[in-house]
């Protein structure tokens, strides 16, 4: 009778071993799933921040050219008219 009242304890232990196993195996489960979830949406706000970054920085460069190239064309201009001037002061 002990016996079976020993084995009778040992598989309630092990019963109750198990569950707790399968009770923490689902939360971990659960917790790997959350934080999946929130490193695939912070994911999509870098992509999405990158991609605003990338279209910022095509106008930037866009911008930079043509105020160099606004540049040029004043250096242009007016070493034209101080070319301009200078003709015109001989003549007088």
Not at 38 to 61: H, Y
Not at 69 to 92: D, G, N, W, Y
Request: charged share 30%.
């Amino acid at each position: 009778m002990a016996v079976l009242g020993l084995l009778g304890l040992t598989l309630d232990t092990y019963r109750w071993k198990a569950e707790q196993y399968r009770t923490r195996q689902r939360r971990l489960k659960q917790a790997v799933e959350q934080r999946t979830a929130e490193l695939r949406e912070e994911k999509e706000r870098v992509e999405a921040t990158n991609r605003q970054l990338a279209e910022t920085n095509t106008a930037l460069d866009l911008a930079r050219t043509e105020a160099f190239a606004a540049a040029q064309a004043k250096s242009e201009f007016l070493a034209t008219m101080s070319h301009v001037r200078s003709a015109l002061r001989s003549t007088a």
